[in-house]
């Protein structure tokens, strides 16, 4: 069973910093992996793709990474603004047609 | 990408009455899905709703408590039935895209149920 973890739970951060969230899974035979932003309240908006034959995909500040043999991503933001504070969740697919298995959420707080 | 719109956004509701979830895409998908979000967790997957049959259901969740019709590729309902305080959650309907399998939301619709 397809197990998802991000770390750290919550993080604060003064503006500007740039920071990286991390998800872990374990099973590692994924078809693609995606990384969400979900305000308070509100459904998940679609930040990143990544299929299973690429290593990374940038959008704007975003870049996220992937590392299936250590059952690794990582969603960098550069330059962090105080409108990127929401919840950031990552989710695992292990085939086409299965379910995404989403990970518990990363909560960021990006202070003016 | 896909546009999704779900209806109601939010409600209250009394112990025992029963609620339906519309979803509605801007395009026709073919595979649906419902997801729940319980306060403070992340989303679970209820059911994959498909069109022409009947939905597949996720261990945990049956269809006399959430029914679910499919009557198109762009339109789908979740009914939660006799709802108790335990059902209040946002419930979110999602699309995936067929070429690239990125999977899409809706804005969630929030529940309480006293």
């Known amino acids: 069973k397809q197990e998802v973890t991000q770390i750290p739970a919550a993080l604060s951060v003064p503006e500007g910093e740039n920071l990286v969230l991390n998800c872990s899974f374990t099973d590692s035979a994924i078809y693609n992996l995606q990384w969400f932003r979900q305000d308070p309240g509100k459904g998940l908006t679609s930040l990143l793709l990544i299929q299973s034959s690429q290593r990374e995909q940038t959008s704007g500040r975003l870049n996220a990474s992937l590392d299936k043999s250590s059952g690794r991503s990582t969603l960098y933001i550069a330059a962090s603004q105080p409108g990127d504070s929401a919840t950031y969740l990552c989710a695992v697919r292990l085939s086409s047609g299965d379910k995404l298995t989403f990970g518990t959420g990363t909560r960021l707080a990006v202070r003016p | 990408s896909a546009v999704i719109s779900q209806k109601p956004s939010r409600d209250i509701c009394q112990r025992g009455t029963s609620l339906t979830i519309q979803c509605q895409v801007d395009s026709q998908v073919t595979m649906m899905f419902w997801y729940r979000q319980q306060p403070g967790q992340s989303l679970t997957l209820i059911a994959t709703?498909?069109?022409?049959?009947?939905?597949?259901?996720e261990s945990g969740f049956v269809i006399d408590k959430f029914p679910i019709s499919r009557p198109n590729l762009t339109f789908s309902t979740l009914t939660v039935s006799n709802m108790s305080p335990e059902d209040s959650s946002i419930y979110l309907c999602?699309?995936?895209?067929?070429?690239?399998?990125?999977?899409?939301f809706g804005e969630g619709s929030r529940l309480t149920v006293l």
């Open positions: 709703a498909n069109q022409g049959s009947e939905a597949t259901y």
């Open positions: 999602s699309v995936a895209i067929p070429n690239t399998g990125e999977l899409f």
